[in-house]
Every structure is written in C-alpha cells, then in structure tokens.
C-alpha cells in the first residue's frame, strides 16, 4: 500500500475540513433558532435509521472553540461549514435573530485568531420549515427568500469571510429531498422535482450575483456532487444510459450555470422544466463563479 506524503502533494494544495450546520451544530431550538426542514424530518417516525436526529448532534453550538483548537493543532488552514438558515433567520423571511448572528461572529472571530481560513456554505440543504410550509424550492419565490438570506450573511459577515459557496449539492436536496423523498422535506415526483431543480439553479445564480454586488472582492462559488459515470458494457444501449446518467447527475446544474442551458438533448424529460421557466430565465441562470466545488463520493 502506498503512503501518502506532504511531498506528493504541489505547493499551493492546501488541506481543509468541512462540516454542516445541522450535522455537527445541535441546539436545535436554542436561543430562537427556528425549526428546519431537517428537524421537522427526523422526527417523522420510520424515515431515518432508529429514529436518530441532529438535536445535539456533535454539540458544535457549544463545543466550537474546542473543535477549532483541534483544527488548529492538527495544522489545518481551512475549514469549511454551512450556517444555517432559520438560525439566522427564524422563520425564514423577515426578523434576523441577534443570537444566531452572534454565534457566527465567534464561530469566524475565532477562526481567524487561530489562522484557520472559514469557507462558508450558505445553503447545506436546510430550509427554514416556515418556508417549506410555503412550498420550499417548489415555489418560485424562494429566489426571493434565498437572495435575501444572501444579503443579510453578506452584510454580517461579509467583512471577514472572503470565499463564499451558494449551493451545497443542489442535485442531491432536489432529487433526494423533492423526487424520491428520502431526504427532507419529503416530497416525492417528477413535478416536485423539476420544479426544485429549476428555483434551484435560479437561486444559484442570483445568490452568487447578490454576494458579489456587496462583497465585491471575495471568492464566490458553489459545489456539485459529481461521479465518474461508465457504461456497464459496451453496448449502445449501455452508452445512451450512461450518458443520461451523466446529464443528470453531473450536468443539470452546472450547464445552465455557464449559459448552455439544461442538457435536454441527452435527457429528454429535463423538456419539462419548461412549465416552470420565465422570459429572462435562462439569462438568469447563468452566473461567472470564481470556482467550483467538487464532492466526489463514488466511481
């Protein structure tokens, strides 16, 4: 078995680790945090693995500065974590909670005093359940919501955090969460999901668009989940399936990104999406990202 060393690695990689607001965070309704799509799930009885849930999860919430130490003893320069929505702003529209900005203060602040770089995810898939109850990423005016989620985590943070991701694998809280309903809020069909997909990439878009207009000098991008896709043999047949795989799974959302719209000549249902576009929206989806992030799971 080969060993990895620092020397196989250029220069200028640099080693980061990553969490999520309602993987590690817990205190899930404290000091005013309102509910999320996530909490509302795991409360459902049957749907996750012996009723487990995030409530306190790794206790981040109150265990941070610790964590951070960890970090830093461990040499590690970046750290990238998901702030969440309805801590920010219970309901999801409307009032912004000082204690949840305060939290992210400290949590950035103390970063920083320890030489850890924060990269911040603004949407790891948990939508304030107010907004669900709204239709979540069914109903177009959660472009609204999103954009101004945006602006409020710009203006608070935005003079500290300097590389900023929209999205966190929008294909996966589309398909899992709106199409085969194993993930939150539960929703399953094709119209579910088409309808997700499509908010989805307009919000992708018009986040990146309102960060850069109040912080114009920070890095701005978003992370896809990406497979290597293969035909299981080598047969037309075999070819044409591996290729709608691959627009599914690994274009759908970055293609209209840089303006080549969706890949509906490899797959035909994404034709659908149609019923849910405007005039301007394919120039709406498009926006020039400063990277990209790719989370690779599988072969």
């Known amino acids: 078995m080969k060993v990895i060393k620092r020397a196989d690695f250029v220069e200028s990689f640099s080693w980061g680790v990553s969490t999520a607001a309602y993987q590690v965070e817990g205190a899930h309704d404290v000091d005013g945090k309102g509910l999320s799509i996530w909490d509302e799930f795991v409360s459902r009885r049957g749907k996750i693995y012996q009723g487990h849930h995030g409530n306190i999860a790794c206790d981040f919430y109150n265990r941070f500065p610790d964590d951070l130490k960890l970090i830093s003893q461990l040499n590690i320069p970046n750290h990238r974590f998901s702030l969440s929505w309805s801590r920010i702003i219970p309901e999801g529209t409307g009032r912004v909670s000082r204690k949840g900005i305060d ?3 400290r949590l950035i602040d103390q970063s920083l005093a320890l030489n850890i770089e924060p990269w911040v995810t603004l949407y790891h898939w948990d939508l304030p359940h107010s907004l669900h ?6 109903n177009r005016d959660v472009i609204g919501w999103f954009s101004n989620y945006v602006a409020v985590c710009a203006h608070h943070f935005g003079d500290r955090v300097k590389h900023w991701m929209v999205l966190n694998e929008p294909m996966v809280f589309t398909g899992a969460g709106y199409f085969l309903g194993v993930h939150a809020p539960g929703k399953k069909g094709i119209r579910n999901f088409l309808a997700a997909v499509h908010h989805a990439t307009l919000a992708q878009a018009e986040g990146g668009r309102v960060m850069r207009q109040l912080q114009p000098h920070a890095k701005i991008g978003t992370t896809f989940s990406c497979s290597h896709i293969e035909p299981y043999r080598q047969t037309i047949k075999d070819y044409k399936a591996a290729n709608q795989v691959d627009a599914l799974l690994n274009r759908t959302f970055i293609e209209p990104l840089l303006g080549m719209g969706y890949p509906t000549d490899d797959l035909k249902i994404l034709k ?3 019923q849910f ?7 709406n989806m498009k926006f020039n990202m400063d990277f990209i992030g790719i989370q690779n799971y599988t072969r």
Do not use: K, V
Request: aromatic content about 16%.
């Open 103 to 105: 939290f992210y203060n």
């Open 133 to 138: 109850l709204e239709g979540g990423w069914t």
């Open 272 to 274: 659908r999406i149609e």
């Open 277 to 283: 576009t405007r005039q301007d929206d394919e120039a």
